[in-house]
Each structure stands twice: as C-alpha cells, then as structure tokens.
C-alpha cells in the first residue's frame, strides 16, 4: 500500500463549487505540505503543516484553506473553486527525525488532477 | 525572493549520450534536492545535496553543488530510455520551514 495517499485522483467540478481534497499517510510523518503543479512552472507550495497545531501558509494560499485533522490527515479546500486553480495538486511528507533536520525530504503522494469549468 | 532556474526544459538525446541539466538559484542556499516525475505519476527523490562542493551519484545520473556559484548540476552519463522523465532541482529557503522553491522541471526524453 502507498505511504501517501490522495483522494480523489481526478476532479471535475464547476466555478463556485466548494470542494475538498484529502491527503492520509501512513508513514508516521509531522510534517505535511500541499503544492500545485502546473505546466512549465514545477511545483508551488500552498500550505504545510508542521503539526496538528501548527499551520501555515506558502507561497500561494489566497483562495486556499485547509485543515489537519490528525497527524495522519491534511485536507486542502477551495472555497469557492475558480477555473485558475485548475491545476494537478500533489500532497508530501516530511519527517526530520528521518534522516536529520538538514536532510530532510519529502515524501509525495500521487497527485490530484483538478479541473474547474 | 528566491528564484530558481532550470535549463534546459526540454531535453531529446539519443541512447548511449551525456548531457547536463542545469538549476540555477537567486540567494543563498545549502540545501537542494533533484526529484524525478514519470509522467502521470508522483515525484521521487534523487539526491540531497547539503554543501559546497557535494556531488552524489546513483547509476547513470550525478549530481553536484555549487553554493558559491548558486548553481547545481545533473549530468546524465550513458543515457537510456528508462532515464526518461522530468526532472525538478528545489532549493530550500529555511530549516525553520523546510519551504521549498522548485524549478519549472526539465522533461528529458531518449530516444532510441
């Protein structure tokens, strides 16, 4: 079974619509993240999680929110989903314990492609 | 605000040949890792790069550092088609975060 896990894998849905995307891990990680990828511009951070107490925003959080719900679980949502924000959403985990502070690396789930008509 | 810049984005070579793609940062940093992405499918990590000077090897690709310079390097050696994929160099900002700025990928494709 993947250590990091995404639901749903593909998305549609339409502008306004609220929606959720969920991240799970089974690898006993603090440390969550949330980028989006779009094409020829690699992967931009939107919020990480340090965590369940400790939120924070990227470099790209307007329109953004989530929630952790559990050390396991980090949800991103799109309040009211715009069709820039169609993009392919990828979740990762960290743990510095791992392999030390300075080596830290982050652990990426299988992404969420999502369209917004 | 740190910027990162990787050449080329689209890279075709032929089996059997070497090539270099380049990631190039704005400010200072020590830390840089290269992931690998297949296409539909996630990222992987490659290398972790911590110091002026590293250079870590895993089969046909290396890859270096250049703090002084702000520059990292992976070189393909040999290339075969399993090396297809895109590549992302990201340089980290802070430990207090462990924020990451990636470059826009290089896609690599060998052909036979």
């Known amino acids: 079974d993947a250590d990091v896990t995404q639901t749903p894998r593909n998305r549609i849905t339409k502008t306004g619509k609220r929606i959720m995307l969920e991240c799970s891990q089974t690898k006993g990680h603090d440390r969550m993240y949330w980028y989006r990828q779009d094409p020829g511009l690699g992967l931009r951070l939107i919020y990480y999680?340090?965590?369940?107490?400790?939120?924070n925003k990227g470099e790209i959080s307007d329109g953004y929110s989530v929630s952790r719900q559990a050390q396991a679980k980090f949800s991103l949502s799109l309040e009211s989903a715009i069709p820039n924000q169609t993009a392919l959403y990828f979740c990762?985990?960290?743990?510095?314990?791992?392999?030390?502070?300075?080596?830290?690396?982050?652990?990426f789930g299988p992404g969420t492609r999502l369209l917004v008509l | 605000e740190l910027k990162v810049e990787q050449n080329p984005l689209f890279l075709s070579m032929q089996e059997g040949k070497n090539y270099t793609i380049y990631c190039n940062y704005s400010t200072t940093s020590d830390r840089l890792y290269w992931y690998r992405q297949d296409p539909g499918k996630s990222l992987e990590s490659l290398f972790v790069l911590l110091s002026n000077g590293a250079v870590k090897q895993e089969g046909r690709l290396m890859a270096s550092l250049d703090t002084k310079a702000r520059l990292s390097t992976l070189h393909i050696t040999a290339a075969v088609h399993d090396l297809s994929a895109t590549y992302f160099c990201?340089?980290?900002?802070?430990?207090?975060?462990?924020?990451?700025?990636f470059g826009a990928g290089t896609r690599l494709t060998v052909k036979p």
């Open positions: 990762a985990t960290s743990d510095p314990a791992v392999a030390g502070v300075k080596q830290e690396t982050q652990y």
């Open positions: 999680s340090f965590d369940v107490k400790d939120i």
């Open positions: 990201a340089v980290g900002i802070s430990y207090n975060n462990n924020d990451m700025r």
